[in-house]
């Protein structure tokens, strides 16, 4: 199984990216996909989810700015992050998951991740 995300770079506060997460190896819609962040001297922390069906989930600091969504034909899943602040700057990993999302850290594959970077 591989998850390779991709689309990180430096951007402007109030900025906009697109964050892709190409998977292969597995069943894609038969599984739960997540956005974590880690940024640095933190845990690695929950930002967005997307169940088999297409229920989203988010977590607060997100909401609103942040949109998810997931293409099954293509195997991959999307992150739109819009009005971006300095403390959205981490590295982003996308994650799968068997069964039901969850805002923990125990999913079943993990990408690599993609540097987001945020300036003020």
């Known amino acids: 199984v591989q998850l390779q995300a991709s689309g990180g770079g430096l951007v402007q506060a109030g900025g906009s990216l697109r964050l892709s997460c190409a998977a292969s190896?597995?069943?894609?819609?038969?599984?739960?996909m997540g956005w974590f962040r880690q940024a640095p001297g933190k845990e690695r922390e929950f930002v967005s989810g997307i169940s088999r069906r297409g229920t989203t989930y988010y977590a607060d600091p997100v909401k609103g700015r942040f949109r998810i969504s997931r293409d099954n034909a293509k195997n991959t899943l999307y992150l739109q992050m819009n009005s971006l602040k300095p403390d959205d700057t981490a590295v982003y990993y996308c994650?799968?998951?068997?069964?039901?999302?969850?805002?923990?850290?125990?999913?079943?594959?993990w990408g690599q991740g993609t540097l987001v970077t945020v300036s003020s």
């Open positions: 190896g597995l069943t894609f819609s038969t599984y739960g």
């Open positions: 994650a799968a998951k068997i069964g039901g999302l969850t805002t923990n850290t125990k999913y079943n594959y």
